[in-house]
């Protein structure tokens, strides 16, 4: 977990170290973009196990032109599923987010790239269910529940034409790692 975190510090640490200075980012002031992704959900149970998909959608817009870049603000939605087997029984987590996101679109200077870093936070609602036979035990256990989610997130975006951008993200968020399309509204 540690590995993890650090790695994710220090990809954000060189977006903005980094010294490149340009104007080729497509995010700027204004512009609203849509975007979608799938990956491996992020594990927010220690004794889960197996790899399951995460998928979002999200709508992002820039406000604000601030040093080398631009910060958008917006929205993100989505689902993850995560499984673990045990001797005995299964165990079944569908999680669903609604969150705010933020993120800085810093300029470089390679032309159609966007790198940035971003957050998202607001609740988790999850659906638990297991296969366990709780006829000995009583009912099952009510793990139901609507969590507190703050996620971060560092990506690169590669801008294919006007309107359509393909992007990959990693951090700790709906997924570890996500693959998807954006499409600029305006």
Not at 63 to 72: L, M, R, S, Y
């Amino acid at each position: 977990m540690m590995k993890k975190r650090t790695r994710i510090l220090l990809f954000i640490a060189l977006m903005f170290v980094v010294p490149f200075y340009g104007k080729a980012q497509e995010v700027k002031k204004g512009n609203m973009n849509l975007g979608i992704a799938i990956g491996p959900a992020t594990n927010f149970y220690d004794y889960s196990s197996g790899m399951r998909p995460g998928v979002y959608g999200y709508f992002e817009q820039g406000f604000w032109e601030v040093g080398p870049g631009t910060i958008a603000l917006g929205a993100e939605a989505g689902f993850s599923f995560l499984h673990h087997d045990g001797d005995d029984f299964n165990y079944n987590w569908t999680n669903f987010f609604l969150l705010a996101r933020g993120a800085y679109h810093y300029y470089i200077k390679v032309a159609h790239l966007d790198v940035y870093a971003g957050f998202t936070t607001g609740p988790r609602f999850t659906a638990f269910s297991d296969n366990y036979d709780h006829s000995n035990h009583g009912d099952s256990p009510d793990y139901d529940a609507v969590n507190f989610h703050f996620g971060g997130f560092t990506g690169a975006a590669y801008q294919f034409n006007n309107k359509l951008t393909g992007f990959i993200e990693c951090g700790h968020d709906i997924t570890t790692v996500s693959a998807g399309l954006r499409f600029k509204l305006y």
